[in-house]
């Protein structure tokens, strides 16, 4: 079975700390996402990697960078914390089939980490 | 762009079946999942469907796809008290695209009452 790891669960930061959420998966899978999820805004794509140290912008990269040094490791880092990124920060990775495949597999998830900023 | 729209509440007795609706408007869309999010948890995909099928069934559950009106469904049969839960229809085009295009809707939040 895939396995996405977070790192923490739950975590309590004050506002303008730099703070790093870790996602760790063991399936070899190429790509890598980090979504937030908030109440009635559903899931929203924040950034995602393709490779490693590749990386690209999704719906809502503002105030966020991460860094895939490894295959298996995607962080996610907030710069300077505020308090409108408490959420649920959720990790996700699946294998990338190729250009020329039609294939699409889906994407495996970690269980959240719940970020809260004061 | 793309957009997935999905109820949501539903709130079913122990027993009876529940059919949980999605619509999209990306008429590319290949692939097509549902996803169950238990309280405190990530989400774990339940199942999935090719464009090219009207109907898939698994154990427990069957997804309808109407492609022409752009609807699909889950149903979860004899449903339990265990399958309270989040419930999130999800879409993507084909391609080696498609996974940096998924598209997720709200939610549905299935109810179960013993």
């Known amino acids: 079975d895939v396995k996405v790891t977070q790192s923490s669960r739950y975590l309590v930061k004050r506002t303008g700390e730099k703070v790093f959420l870790e996602c760790v998966q063991d399936?070899?899978?190429?790509?890598m996402f980090w979504y937030r999820q908030d109440p009635g805004l559903g899931l929203r794509l924040i950034y995602f990697?393709?490779?490693?140290?590749?990386?690209e912008k999704g719906d809502i990269p503002e105030g966020y960078s991460v860094s895939r040094e490894k295959k298996e490791r995607f962080s996610l880092i907030l710069e300077s914390a505020s308090t409108n990124q408490t959420s649920m920060y959720l990790c996700?990775?699946?294998?990338?089939?190729?250009?020329?495949?039609?294939?699409?597999?889906?994407?495996?998830f970690g269980n959240g980490t719940r970020l809260t900023v004061t | 762009g793309e957009d997935v729209e999905q109820s949501l509440f539903l709130s079913v007795r122990e027993g009876d079946s529940s059919v949980i609706n999605c619509t999209y408007t990306?008429?590319?869309?290949?692939?097509l999942y549902w996803y169950k999010q238990e309280p405190g948890a990530g989400l774990q995909l339940l199942t999935y469907?090719?464009?090219?099928?009207d109907m898939k069934q698994d154990q427990r559950l069957t997804v309808l796809l109407n492609k022409k009106d752009k609807h699909l469904s889950l149903r979860i049969a004899d449903t339990q008290t265990g399958d309270s839960a989040i419930y999130f229809c999800?879409?993507?085009?084909?391609?080696?695209?498609?996974?940096?295009?998924?598209?997720f809707g709200k939610g549905t939040k299935l109810s179960v009452i013993p």
């Open positions: 469907i090719f464009s090219n099928m």
């Open positions: 999800a879409e993507a085009p084909g391609g080696w695209a498609g996974s940096y295009q998924l598209t």
């Open positions: 990697s393709y490779d490693v140290k590749m990386k």
């Open positions: 996700a990775s699946n294998s990338e089939t190729g250009y020329t495949s039609s294939y699409n597999s889906p994407l495996h």
């Open positions: 399936m070899d899978h190429e790509n």
């Open positions: 990306d008429s590319s869309s290949t692939y």
